[in-house]
């Protein structure tokens, strides 16, 4: 089993930052791609950031404002949200793409969201 936990989210002014992690636990042989997606209200889910070995790929709407970034040691993805906007405000969820061993093919896990509010 494993178990992707977010952590770090919460209200925050406009222009302010953020700081979300999220820790994968469980049966792991490796983890290729990590990411981050969000989900706001009447929206569907769309990516945010994900990395994969030594690259990095961004949504749009928050590059210049957003840094992902992992700790292979620790199993954990961050995301740095500078420069907030209302409209960053949503559901906030973790994805890693994770092999349990090495016979067996990468499995894409969830984490349950952490929400972020983004006040004007």
Do not use: H
Request: glycine content about 12%.
């Amino acid at each position: 089993q494993v178990q992707l936990v977010e952590s770090g989210g919460g209200l925050v002014q406009a222009g302010g930052s953020l700081r979300l992690s999220c820790a994968v636990s469980g049966t792991i042989f490796g983890i290729n791609t990590m990411g981050w997606y969000r989900q706001a209200p009447g929206k569907q889910r769309e990516l945010v950031a994900a990395v994969s070995g030594g690259s990095t790929n961004y949504a749009d709407s928050v590059k210049g404002r957003f840094t992902i970034s992992r700790d292979n040691a620790k199993n954990t993805v961050y995301l740095q949200m500078n420069s907030l906007k209302p409209e960053d405000t949503a559901v906030y969820y973790c994805n890693a793409e994770v092999k349990g061993s090495i016979w067996t093919p990468p499995v894409n896990y969830w984490g349950k969201g952490t929400l972020v509010t983004v006040s004007s």
